[in-house]
């Protein structure tokens, strides 16, 4: 008689193949928790330096902008030109010039290519924020639209002022997104650090 142990098969829990990954590599993440409170600190103090000076946080952000603009019209003339089909090639390469092209204007002149994006996000804040509003009022009853109402609405009022005050809301608007972005991230690495040394 065979032990009914040894042919069944085990119902035990399955660790799965990414948890000795994950469980080695938070080990190592607890050992550098200094580190990571560190980078937090860096970037808030970024944060703050930025918001104390937007305009130049305004031209810095629009460089970085630039930048990534040509790296990314590089890489589309690259694919281009590595594509087999001549037609697909040189919409490709004509695709990846412009944005190379729209990259170093940015970097040439950074205050008005601030111009330029601060008035796209205006009209993106008021439009997401008109669209939040139409599909709050459609949602069923039960459900929180109100709150979908009251942030589309910030959305909104956020857009409208930004387009209110253009164009010299282009010299500080991109400055003050980036300084937020800044002290966010930076508070939330110093939390994860002071965490990580808990657990450690």
């Known amino acids: 008689m065979t ?3 040894s042919s069944s098969p085990s119902t035990g829990p399955r660790l799965s193949p990414l948890g000795p990954t994950l469980g080695s ?15 937090g600190v860096l970037l808030l103090v970024c944060g703050v330096i930025a918001l104390g000076s937007v305009v130049t946080a305004t031209v810095a952000s629009v460089w970085v902008v630039g930048l990534m603009m040509i790296i990314s019209g590089a890489g589309e003339v690259a694919h281009g030109f590595a594509m087999k089909t ?4 040189i919409l490709w390469v004509i695709l990846g010039v412009l944005y190379g092209v729209a990259g ?20 993106g804040l008021v439009a997401s924020g008109i669209v939040r509003m139409v599909l709050a009022f ?3 009853e039960g459900t ?6 009251v942030s589309g609405l910030i959305t909104v009022l956020l857009g409208g002022t930004i387009l209110l005050h253009w164009p010299l809301s282009s010299l500080w608007v991109l400055g003050v997104f980036l300084g937020i972005d800044l002290v966010f991230a930076g508070m939330s690495w110093i939390m994860m650090g ?3 040394r808990k657990l450690a």
């Open 194 to 196: 002071l965490g990580l």
């Open 104 to 123: 170093v204007f940015a970097i040439m002149n950074p205050l008005l290519a601030a111009g330029v994006l601060t008035l796209f996000l205006g009209a």
């Open 86 to 89: 001549w037609g697909k090639s």
């Open 138 to 140: 459609q949602m069923k």
């Open 3 to 5: 032990d009914a142990s």
């Open 144 to 149: 929180p639209w109100i709150w979908v109402v």
């Open 25 to 39: 590599g938070l080990h190592a993440l607890r050992a550098k928790w200094g580190w990571v409170v560190g980078i």
